[in-house]
Each structure stands twice: as structure tokens, then as C-alpha cells.
């Protein structure tokens, strides 16, 4: 599937709303990462229990880093020495955290984000480890190094993000349309939060993952080459072992082989199309097998060690999800709901882009569904910035904001742009007021989220006066972008399979 044509002179535009989405994305990281700096610059030859930065926020962010962590300073997974800051400082909490079967400390979190660290932090423990006596930082898994080792990785993932969500929205719209959605969805959503501050948590990395994944699927679509199946159920594994949930995604395949099989002529090409499926699911059972490996280490149990969830499937917690005022997607992150209406816009039946477009919609509606039915009748967030559960999802809203741009006349394309610029605001802002607790982040009516941001922003007022010159900034760009009609969305023709076409 190619992407659409467009104009020369819109190219210029659309490379610079992402330079500065992307100085924002680096901005925003440093801003975070200033106590690590502090810290690098003056070492200390052991790392204090509550200065590891990052890697000791909560459970969940050691349960990722505790699997790398194990086994490169102990060369096992046995975390007691991991989790120990965090049993000391909240007692009780080594009871979710038993012993299991095979002597192991509980580890329930992901083992992909670790893999996807691997290299970074492998890197910096050869170079301390090499040093030796003469390092002055110690080579203990929790140092400076270590930790923007980790950090980097995770801001590297977040560009790309920005970069591959920038070339799914190009295959609905121009360049200009795509990079505006693209700095929307991913600096209007959870996805900077998880890609700059809460840089040891997996939605960081699985969201780049997933956006690999749907921009390769879509490249490819209709493609009947075993080697693009093989790729795109590869992606999928990946993107489940950084987040289980993400195994609903598997409807994109899916869904693309039930439309090649019904639209093909004749036995043999339903077949070659169903063999191409089978192997497109052993290919994400391989790319898994690393989660089977570990857990059957730690839990004797290949599938051990899994989440209890609610399986509310006949009743859903749609409103928790969608619209509570505890960080509800739509409450929470308003841009979301726009994009998910430019979305099913573009599945409109006789659109140019209307099979892909409807599966995009159809497996945004899955995941949501899943989730709302996996949490029960309340959504617990526990403390984390906005409705992270969705916080990869939002990579596959942009098209549906690319097409909002695309196909709006001028003037309503900077209203638009103007809009955006006004939401991805907000949501910083937002992000301000969980980076320093201010007011707690259990939301509430929108004057309590009011005064939360304005209580932020007294307390902060250069934080708060860089955010609205880095969103100003922004949307300037994004709204002369929009100026007169050099940006208009080209038509594209309705995709056929391959063998339609040579007939």
C-alpha cells in the first residue's frame, strides 16, 4: 500500500512540526532526567537505596529493570536484592511478592522491556566493569550510568515513535496532515509521558513496538509474500512480550487475511493465504518464547505468574475506561476522541483507504473492549498518568488525526492545528502536575482538574512558562503549515490483492 502523493512545497512543513515535536520529546527528558545529570557529575562510590532515580518509583518499574538487573550483576533471577528498597519503604508489600514453587521472588512484569535495554545497560556495565578501581561510579546495576542508560533507550524509542506514527498517518494523508497528527497524538497522549518521564515502565517501549508493527503491517497490506507474514507475526510477538494486552492486535492479520480470502478467486489462493496466517502465528510464538523461557524459570510455569484480571466480557467497564473522571481516555486525553472519529471516518465504506482503515478502527475497538472487560466494574490506575492501560492504542488513532487535517479546507485545517496545539497543552501541563504530585492524580470534576494545573503552575512558573512556549512554538508551525491549499489530501486508489490486479 503506498502512501499518498502529495505536493513538493508541503515537505518543508511537515519536517519541521516534527523537529519540534521531536525538541519537545528531548526537552521534556531532560527536564526529568536533571537529578541523573546531577548525580553523574558528582559520583559517589555507592549508590544511595533511594537515589536510583527511575528504576525504584514503584514495583512495576523494578519488576522491568530486576529481570536485566538479575542477571547481569547476580547472573540469576532471584530478586530479593532488587525489590528490598521497595519492601522496605512500604511495608506489607512483599506479600504480593511471594516466594514461588521454584524458590524464585515473584517477577508478574513483562521481560521485554529488559531485552530492549539490554544493550545500553550492557554496554555501560562493561565500560564501569572494565574500569574497575578507576571508575568513579560503581558498577552495581543501580548508578548513573546505568540509569541513563536506561532512560536514553527509552527516549530513542520515543522518537521513533514519533517517527513511525508520523509514516502510519502518511499512508491516509499528505505529509503536512501526517506529521500534525503524529505531534498531536503522540505529545497530546500518555505516549510522551511514558517515552520522557516514566522512562522504566513498558508502555515506553511496547508503544514503539506496536508502532513498528502497524506501520509494517500497513505497508505491506495485501501482500501474499510468506516473508511479509513472517515479519508482521514476528512484530506481534514482540509487542507481547513488552505487554501481553497487546495480543489483541492480532486481529490486524486477521481480519487482512479474512478480506484476501474472500475477495480471491478460486481454492489455491485461500489456502496460500490461511498457510501464510498459520505461519505469521508461529513466527509471535517464537519471538514470545524468551516470556515462556523465564517463567518457567522463576514459576515452574510457562504462562505463571499472570495478573488476576475481572473477565467481565457481558459487562464491560466502558465508561471506567472511556469516560470516568479518573483518567478516563476520553476525560482524560480529549484529542483521543476526535482521532478515533477521524478514524471511523476513514473506514467509511468506498473510502481510498477503507479495508486497512476499518481494521485499524475494528482492533482500537478490540483492545479497548478487552481492557474494559479485563478490569471489571472500576478501572484501578494506581498511580500513573492518564489511562495507561491505551497508552499503545493511541499509536493507531493517527490516522484517523491525519485525515481530520487532510481533508479540511484551509481555514478549518488551523482551526484544527490551533485545537491541537491547545490539547497537546494540556496534556503537559497534566504531565506537570503528575511529575510533582501536585494535588494527587486521581482526577475528579474538571475544576478540580483546574486547580490542579493551576496550583502546578505557581509552584513551577518556569516549568510552567516552558511548557507554553514550547506549545506555542508548536503550534505556530502547526498552524502555517495549513496556509492556503498546498496541503489539499490526494486520492489514492482502492487496494486490490495482488492476483485481482494481474487478472
Same mark, same amino acid.
Given at each position: 500500500?503506498?502512501?499518498? *502523493?502529495?505536493?513538493?512545497?508541503?515537505?518543508?512543513?511537515?519536517?519541521?512540526?516534527?523537529?519540534?515535536?521531536?525538541?519537545?520529546?528531548?526537552?521534556?527528558?531532560?527536564?526529568?532526567?536533571?537529578?541523573?545529570?546531577?548525580?553523574?557529575?558528582?559520583?559517589?562510590?555507592?549508590?544511595?537505596?533511594?537515589?536510583?532515580?527511575?528504576?525504584?518509583?514503584?514495583? +512495576?518499574?523494578?519488576?522491568?529493570?530486576?529481570?536485566?538487573?538479575?542477571?547481569?550483576?547476580?547472573?540469576?533471577?532471584?530478586? +530479593?536484592?532488587?525489590?528490598?528498597?521497595? !519492601?522496605?519503604?512500604?511495608?506489607?508489600?512483599?506479600?504480593?511478592?511471594?516466594?514461588?514453587?521454584?524458590?524464585?521472588?515473584?517477577?508478574?512484569?513483562? /521481560?521485554?522491556?529488559?531485552?530492549?535495554?539490554?544493550?545500553? $545497560?550492557?554496554?555501560?556495565?562493561?565500560?564501569?566493569?572494565?574500569?574497575?578501581?578507576?571508575?568513579?561510579?560503581?558498577?552495581?546495576?543501580?548508578?548513573?550510568?546505568?540509569?541513563?542508560?536506561?532512560?536514553?533507550?527509552?527516549? &530513542?524509542?520515543?522518537?521513533?515513535?514519533?517517527?513511525?506514527?508520523?509514516?502510519?498517518?502518511?499512508?491516509?494523508?499528505?505529509?503536512?496532515?501526517?506529521?500534525?497528527?503524529?505531534?498531536? $497524538?503522540?505529545?497530546?497522549?500518555?505516549?510522551?509521558?511514558?517515552?520522557?518521564?516514566?522512562?522504566?515502565?513498558?508502555?515506553?517501549?511496547?508503544?514503539?513496538?506496536?508502532?513498528?508493527?502497524?506501520?509494517?503491517?500497513?505497508?505491506?497490506?495485501?501482500?501474499?509474500?510468506?516473508?511479509?507474514? /513472517?515479519?508482521?507475526?514476528?512484530?506481534?510477538?514482540?509487542?507481547?512480550?513488552?505487554?501481553?494486552?497487546?495480543?489483541?492486535?492480532?486481529?490486524?492479520?486477521?481480519?487482512?487475511?479474512?478480506?484476501?480470502?474472500?475477495?480471491?478467486?478460486?481454492?489455491?489462493?485461500?489456502?496460500?493465504?490461511?498457510?501464510?496466517?498459520?505461519?505469521?502465528?508461529? #513466527?509471535?510464538?517464537?519471538?514470545?518464547?524468551?516470556?515462556?523461557?523465564?517463567?518457567?524459570?522463576?514459576?515452574?510455569?510457562?504462562?505463571?505468574?499472570?495478573?488476576?484480571? #475481572?473477565?467481565?466480557?457481558?459487562?464491560?467497564?466502558?465508561?471506567? /475506561?472511556?469516560?470516568?473522571?479518573?483518567?478516563?481516555?476520553?476525560?482524560?486525553?480529549?484529542?483521543? !476522541?476526535?482521532?478515533?472519529?477521524?478514524?471511523?471516518?476513514?473506514?467509511?465504506?468506498?473510502?481510498?483507504?477503507?479495508?486497512?482503515? #476499518?481494521?485499524?478502527?475494528? #482492533?482500537? &475497538?478490540?483492545?479497548?473492549?478487552?481492557?474494559?472487560?479485563?478490569?471489571?466494574?472500576?478501572?484501578?490506575?494506581?498511580?500513573?498518568?492518564?489511562?495507561?492501560?491505551?497508552?499503545?492504542?493511541?499509536?493507531?488513532?493517527?490516522?484517523?488525526?491525519?485525515?481530520? !487535517?487532510?481533508?479540511?479546507? *484551509?481555514?478549518?485545517?488551523?482551526?484544527?492545528?490551533?485545537?491541537?496545539?491547545?490539547?497537546?497543552?494540556?496534556?503537559?501541563?497534566?504531565?506537570?502536575?503528575?511529575?510533582?504530585?501536585?494535588?494527587?492524580?486521581? &482526577?475528579? +470534576?474538571?475544576?478540580?482538574?483546574?486547580?490542579?494545573?493551576?496550583?502546578?503552575?505557581?509552584?513551577?512558573?518556569?516549568?510552567?512558562?516552558?511548557?507554553?512556549?514550547?506549545?506555542?512554538?508548536?503550534?505556530?508551525?502547526?498552524?502555517?503549515?495549513?496556509?492556503? +491549499?498546498?496541503?489539499?489530501?490526494?486520492?489514492?486508489?482502492?487496494?486490490?490483492?495482488?492476483?485481482?490486479?494481474?487478472?
Amino acid at each position: 500500500m503506498e502512501p499518498l *502523493p502529495a505536493t513538493t512545497e508541503s515537505a518543508r512543513p511537515a519536517r519541521l512540526i516534527m523537529a519540534v515535536a521531536a525538541a519537545i520529546l528531548v526537552a521534556m527528558f531532560a527536564l526529568e532526567s536533571r537529578g541523573i545529570l546531577a548525580a553523574l557529575a558528582a559520583p559517589r562510590p555507592v549508590t544511595p537505596a533511594d537515589g536510583t532515580g527511575p528504576l525504584v518509583k514503584g514495583s +512495576d518499574c523494578m519488576g522491568y529493570y530486576a529481570w536485566l538487573r538479575s542477571a547481569l550483576i547476580d547472573g540469576d533471577f532471584h530478586f +530479593d536484592d532488587e525489590f528490598a528498597p521497595t !519492601f522496605a519503604s512500604v511495608p506489607g508489600s512483599d506479600v504480593a511478592l511471594r516466594m514461588t514453587p521454584t524458590g524464585h521472588r515473584a517477577n508478574p512484569w513483562p /521481560v521485554g522491556p529488559a531485552i530492549v535495554w539490554a544493550p545500553a $545497560v550492557g554496554a555501560a556495565h562493561l565500560a564501569l566493569t572494565g574500569l574497575g578501581g578507576h571508575s568513579p561510579w560503581p558498577a552495581d546495576g543501580y548508578s548513573p550510568p546505568y540509569q541513563l542508560a536506561v532512560g536514553g533507550t527509552t527516549l &530513542g524509542l520515543a522518537l521513533l515513535t514519533l517517527g513511525l506514527t508520523y509514516r502510519i498517518g502518511r499512508r491516509f494523508a499528505g505529509p503536512a496532515a501526517a506529521a500534525a497528527a503524529a505531534a498531536v $497524538v503522540v505529545l497530546g497522549t500518555p505516549i510522551v509521558a511514558y517515552g520522557t518521564v516514566e522512562v522504566s515502565i513498558a508502555h515506553g517501549p511496547a508503544t514503539a513496538t506496536l508502532a513498528t508493527y502497524v506501520f509494517v503491517w500497513l505497508r505491506t497490506f495485501a501482500s501474499t509474500r510468506l516473508v511479509r507474514w /513472517v515479519g508482521v507475526g514476528g512484530l506481534l510477538g514482540l509487542s507481547c512480550l513488552m505487554r501481553w494486552q497487546l495480543a489483541t492486535f492480532a486481529v490486524l492479520p486477521v481480519l487482512e487475511a479474512v478480506w484476501l480470502v474472500f475477495r480471491a478467486d478460486g481454492w489455491m489462493p485461500r489456502v496460500r493465504v490461511a498457510a501464510e496466517l498459520v505461519a505469521a502465528g508461529v #513466527a509471535s510464538w517464537v519471538a514470545f518464547l524468551p516470556q515462556v523461557a523465564v517463567k518457567q524459570i522463576v514459576y515452574g510455569s510457562p504462562l505463571g505468574g499472570l495478573h488476576r484480571t #475481572a473477565q467481565n466480557w457481558l459487562d464491560p467497564s466502558l465508561w471506567a /475506561v472511556l469516560a470516568s473522571t479518573d483518567r478516563g481516555l476520553f476525560y482524560w486525553t480529549p484529542v483521543t !476522541f476526535p482521532a478515533l472519529v477521524g478514524l471511523i471516518y476513514v473506514a467509511r465504506p468506498g473510502g481510498p483507504r477503507a479495508v486497512p482503515g #476499518a481494521i485499524l478502527a475494528a #482492533a482500537v &475497538g478490540v483492545q479497548i473492549y478487552t481492557v474494559a472487560a479485563l478490569l471489571g466494574g472500576e478501572a484501578y490506575l494506581g498511580w500513573s498518568f492518564g489511562f495507561r492501560f491505551l497508552t499503545e492504542t493511541c499509536v493507531l488513532l493517527a490516522p484517523g488525526a491525519a485525515a481530520l !487535517f487532510a481533508r479540511a479546507n *484551509p481555514g478549518s485545517a488551523r482551526v484544527l492545528a490551533a485545537a491541537g496545539g491547545v490539547l497537546v497543552g494540556w496534556n503537559l501541563l497534566l504531565l506537570g502536575v503528575y511529575r510533582h504530585c501536585v494535588g494527587g492524580m486521581l &482526577g475528579g +470534576d474538571p475544576l478540580a482538574v483546574v486547580s490542579m494545573v493551576g496550583r502546578y503552575v505557581l509552584l513551577r512558573p518556569l516549568e510552567g512558562l516552558g511548557v507554553v512556549l514550547a506549545v506555542g512554538g508548536l503550534t505556530f508551525v502547526l498552524v502555517r503549515a495549513f496556509r492556503g +491549499d498546498r496541503v489539499r489530501v490526494m486520492t489514492a486508489p482502492v487496494i486490490e490483492p495482488p492476483w485481482r490486479l494481474a487478472a
